[in-house]
């Protein structure tokens, strides 16, 4: 009688009213995130690197229906930890529609989702699908300035390596920032070519594959984390291969299909390198065991017959995040659409081109650069004095920086033009003020060959002067929550050290057009 007991299988299953209730649940979640859902449509939509993203929830749908059979063994108790997730979720979600910023909703999406699975499942439960929940991170694209930044970092490196391959094969090149100049030709690693398409459905391609991979914890780490360096030294080879061809056989190797077809084939390879990499690992250590038995994907087991079906009750915890995503629903539905707050300015186009003894030149950004840069009004000109004594100003104005678009740093681009920067500091320039704030500015001095130029940056976001990045975009969260606004500009001052002039001159050039550019700039970037 004991044995029988011991033996007994219990298997629990949803009641029709559960099924229910999740379907209306689902449906209140797409009426709340629906704005959320479309932006991030548009993203898959516009962003290579991102494309996979349509796969990702569908991913996640299988590696949980793989462990059904799992799931029906536990019953779900709920936990009240989940209603804490969901709230966190919903503070989050409030978080970004009063500032409209989609990251910030997008990452709210998945917190209430493991909010509202933890609160129906309970911990135990919850825990044999953590992973697969944890895998829809995967389809929301990090933040575009950090984008920016890792874009000019994977170009620059690549371009490096790329280049060490062409000389392999005794071809003389030059590498400036990101351009390779092969002398006929010459050839520039654009963002499309940073290796971002590759890494991300890369990384998300391991991180599943470890996920399946049944081994020790520290491989299946090894197999997820070598993806960045794999995709890196992949797409630098491929650079490089396609230096070697258009020395040898034109510039036509590096356009068109041949260009898409030598992407493809790289992604291909990565693969091909990552599944070698686990035939190495699970020969790696004492139980050597067979890779078709580590590595492998399994499917549920049917329902045993002999076991014995209950039906399963709603967690309270449940009931509790469904009705706060319900209130969450109908607030929507009554809450006023908010107006962003766009302040009067002039236009960069009526900004004076004669500065007291300063004379300047305006130029044009090209059509690429604008698109990649999505700035609202800008200004660049060459001020000179009749000395010859001259100054760039550049002054990148966004009306909103609450979807994606910011300034980007010089910090990242100029590198990209083949400048080294010897470090950057924060100065102040004494006799300096914008609205009362004492202005303080990143100082870097940038050198190509023997040409060097000195350079002064900051950023003026809403009456507050800004030298670090980083900090910039915390204040764009807070400004959007308490003052509806989100405007601001990059400001950056640069000048030419000839060959033997002292530092400390091209410092007081810059210091002395600065507090007269400071004074004209306040019609033009607002308080």
């Not at 209430?112 to 992973?131: D, N």
């Not at 599943?208 to 890196?232: C, E, G, H, N």
Request: proline fraction near 4%; charge should be negative.
């Amino acid at each position: 009688m004991n044995e029988t007991t011991e033996n007994k299988i219990n298997v629990w299953k949803e009641t029709p009213v559960i099924w229910g209730l999740l379907v209306v649940l689902a449906t209140l979640l797409g009426y709340v995130y629906f704005e959320g859902f479309t932006k991030l449509l548009d993203m898959w939509e516009k962003r290579e690197e991102y494309s996979f993203g349509y796969l990702i929830p569908f991913i996640t749908l299988f590696l949980i229906w793989q462990r059904k059979d799992i799931l029906e063994q536990r019953e779900f108790t709920g936990s009240w930890m989940g209603i804490a997730v969901t709230l966190a979720g919903i503070l989050l979600f409030a978080i970004g529609e009063l500032t409209t910023l989609y990251l910030v909703v997008h990452y709210s999406f998945l917190f209430v989702i493991f909010g509202v699975a933890l609160s129906f499942l309970g911990w135990k439960a919850f825990k044999i699908i953590f992973v697969p929940l944890l895998f829809l991170a995967f389809m929301i694209p990090l933040p575009q300035f950090f984008m920016q930044e890792l874009s000019q970092v994977l170009q620059l490196v690549s371009s490096q390596i790329g280049v060490w391959f062409i000389r392999l094969f005794d071809i003389s090149v030059y590498l400036e920032g990101n351009v390779i100049d092969l002398g006929v030709y010459k050839l520039q690693v654009v963002e499309a070519c940073n290796g971002l398409r590759y890494l991300f459905p890369l990384m998300a391609l391991s991180f599943m594959m470890a996920y399946f991979f049944q081994d020790k914890f520290w491989k299946r780490a090894v197999i997820f984390l070598s993806s960045i360096p794999i995709t890196v030294i992949m797409n630098s080879f491929r650079i490089g291969a396609i230096g070697v061809m258009v020395e040898y056989w034109g510039i036509g190797m590096a356009e068109g299909f041949l260009h898409d077809f030598e992407g493809w084939f790289v992604f291909m390879a990565c693969m091909v390198v990552v599944l070698i990499e686990m035939w190495l690992l699970a020969r790696i250590g004492g139980e050597k065991r067979p890779f078709q038995e580590v590595f492998g994907i399994e499917f549920p087991d049917d329902t045993p017959e002999e076991a014995t079906i209950h039906r399963r009750t709603l967690p309270a915890p449940f009931v509790a995040s469904g009705v706060l995503i319900a209130l969450v629903a109908v607030s929507l539905l009554l809450m006023p659409e908010r107006v962003d707050i766009k302040p009067e300015r002039k236009d960069f186009y009526t900004f004076p081109k004669t500065i007291e003894n300063w004379t300047g030149s305006t130029e044009n950004l090209t059509t690429n650069i604008l698109d990649a840069l999505k700035v609202d009004d800008y200004f660049l000109a060459d001020y000179t004095q009749p000395d010859g004594s001259a100054v760039n100003l550049y002054v990148a104005y966004y009306a909103s920086q609450k979807k994606g678009q910011s300034a980007h740093s010089p910090r990242t681009c100029m590198p990209g033009g083949g400048w080294k920067m010897q470090g950057i500091s924060q100065k102040r320039l004494e006799g300096i003020d914008v609205n009362g704030v004492p202005l303080i500015v990143n100082r870097t001095i940038i050198q190509k060959g023997e040409h060097r130029q000195l350079v002064f940056y900051w950023f003026q976001e809403r009456g507050r002067i800004i030298t670090n990045e980083y900090l910039v975009k915390w204040f764009i969260l807070w400004d959007a929550l308490t003052m509806n606004r989100t405007d601001g500009a990059l400001i950056r001052l640069t000048t030419y050290v000839p060959p033997g002039q002292d530092i400390e001159v091209a410092e007081q050039r810059l210091h002395d057009f600065a507090k007269l550019a400071v004074e004209q700039l306040h019609d033009y970037v607002p308080n």
